[in-house]
Nanobody, 120 residues
């Protein structure tokens, strides 16, 4: 099986910073894209940031210049540095990854999420 475990959420004042981390483990053969999705009530899960195995990054417009995603291919981890946080960044952040498991086709996997709360 595969597990994606997030950490680093919490409460912060507007303008502050948080760092989210996600670690993938299990019977992993390879991981292509890893990223973070954002969900608030009524939202299906918008992509916040992603990074490919080769290091190419992508960000949703609302976080460009404020958030930075990085990846460690050896440890199968990603980190999201969130700066200049705004109240509208409040919500659940989920780690997701496209993973090839040993003997199993490529699939998309999600963590359980971590909550970020930004007070005004």
């Amino acid at each position: 099986q595969v597990q994606l475990v997030e950490s680093g959420g919490g409460l912060v004042q507007a303008g502050g910073s948080l760092t989210l981390s996600c670690a993938a483990s299990g019977d992993i053969s390879s991981i292509e894209t890893m990223g973070w999705r954002f969900r608030f009530p009524g939202n299906q899960g918008d992509l916040v940031a992603s990074v490919t195995r080769g290091g190419s990054t992508s960000y949703t417009d609302s976080v460009k210049g404020r958030f930075t995603i990085s990846r460690d291919n050896v440890r199968n981890t990603i980190t999201l540095h969130m700066n200049r946080l705004k109240p509208e960044d409040t919500g659940f952040y989920y780690c997701d990854a496209r993973i090839k498991r040993i003997g199993i086709p490529w699939g998309d996997y999600w963590g359980r999420g971590t909550h970020v709360s930004v007070s005004s």
